[in-house]
């Protein structure tokens, strides 16, 4: 059973920008597990409501890669036997363009036009809700399912949504239980250590020589190898590198 601790120190977060494009669907394994935040982000305009109608085909297209991305975190970013916390990683619909579509009414009908078309999905019930949204009812009235913001800075004042939702991401991240395993502190010297290193990639003896200066094993009846094994598992769920245990790719470790 793993050991918690409440260290009451500040949570360091690593931000990764997934591939869009469905040349690298196929690799969604390697990089998606339980251990983090997904932030989905769309644009507004396309799913606007466009009396013209111009932007139907976008809509179509936003809603199905919406409803892709959601199926695949669905699928790679369930939780592991004996985690405690929730079935799957937490996941944030952030839409941009506030700037061209900025009435609330208009966010309520994207609100009201995602929960219907997405709501299929077994993702949809891990999608953070935006508690403050402000809807077509007014501000704090049942809040929204994504988080509208304008990225474009206006005079020198960022948008408030967004200062919400890196809040949000804060708090979705302390709530879950691997930040605050307790591990070796060798364990934390090795990745120390990994992170000086410049280049891209290192070999698992290499890798394991470093370990074995940092005072790995420490768990009595455990091997060098096998003890290395586990901490460059949790190391590659936490994205900080990249390990494979197959027979093929278990002498590489990735680390840019």
Same mark, same amino acid.
């Given at each position: 059973?793993?050991?918690? $601790?409440?260290?009451?120190?500040?949570?360091?977060? #690593?931000?990764?920008?997934? $591939?869009?494009?469905?040349?690298?669907?196929?690799? /969604?394994?390697?990089?998606?597990?339980?251990?983090?935040?997904?932030? +989905?982000? *769309?644009?507004?305009?396309?799913?606007?409501?466009?009396?013209?109608?111009?932007?139907?085909?976008?809509?179509?297209?936003?809603?199905?890669?919406?409803? *892709?991305?959601?199926?695949?975190?669905?699928?790679?970013?369930?939780?592991?036997?004996?985690?405690?916390?929730? $079935?799957?990683?937490?996941?944030?619909?952030?839409?941009?363009?506030?700037? +061209?579509?900025?009435?609330?009414?208009? /966010?309520?009908?994207?609100?009201?036009?995602?929960?219907?078309?997405?709501?299929?999905?077994?993702?949809?019930?891990?999608?953070?809700?935006?508690?403050?949204?402000? #809807?077509?009812?007014?501000?704090?009235?049942?809040?929204?399912?994504?988080?509208?913001?304008?990225?474009?800075?206006?005079?020198?004042?960022?948008?408030?949504?967004?200062?919400?939702?890196? +809040?949000?991401?804060?708090?979705?991240?302390?709530?879950?239980?691997?930040?605050?395993?307790?591990?070796?502190?060798?364990?934390?010297?090795?990745?120390?250590?990994?992170?000086?290193?410049?280049?891209?990639?290192?070999?698992?003896?290499?890798?394991?020589?470093?370990?074995?200066?940092?005072?790995?094993?420490?768990?009595?009846?455990?091997?060098?190898?096998?003890?290395?094994?586990?901490?460059?598992?949790?190391?590659?769920?936490?994205?900080?590198?990249?390990?494979?245990?197959?027979?093929?790719?278990?002498?590489? +470790?990735?680390?840019?």
């Amino acid at each position: 059973m793993p050991r918690y $601790a409440e260290s009451g120190e500040p949570v360091k977060l #690593t931000l990764l920008d997934h $591939a869009g494009q469905d040349i690298f669907y196929t690799l /969604h394994h390697l990089f998606i597990s339980r251990f983090g935040v997904y932030v +989905v982000v *769309f644009n507004m305009a396309w799913l606007w409501d466009d009396p013209s109608n111009k932007q139907q085909k976008k809509a179509d297209e936003s809603l199905s890669f919406l409803r *892709f991305w959601l199926n695949s975190i669905f699928v790679h970013a369930q939780s592991p036997l004996g985690y405690a916390g929730r $079935a799957v990683a937490p996941i944030i619909l952030v839409g941009t363009h506030k700037d +061209v579509v900025s009435n609330p009414v208009d /966010h309520s009908s994207i609100h009201d036009l995602l929960c219907r078309e997405l709501k299929h999905s077994p993702a949809w019930r891990f999608v953070v809700q935006f508690k403050e949204g402000e #809807t077509r009812e007014g501000p704090n009235r049942g809040g929204l399912c994504f988080f509208p913001v304008a990225c474009k800075r206006q005079r020198g004042a960022q948008d408030a949504v967004l200062q919400q939702l890196r +809040v949000y991401i804060q708090k979705q991240v302390i709530a879950e239980q691997y930040v605050k395993y307790m591990v070796p502190l060798e364990w934390i010297r090795v990745m120390d250590r990994l992170q000086q290193v410049k280049d891209k990639f290192a070999s698992f003896d290499s890798v394991a020589r470093i370990a074995q200066e940092c005072g790995v094993p420490t768990v009595p009846g455990l091997s060098l190898e096998n003890e290395l094994a586990l901490l460059l598992k949790l190391l590659s769920e936490y994205g900080l590198l990249m390990h494979h245990s197959e027979p093929s790719l278990r002498n590489l +470790v990735i680390l840019d």
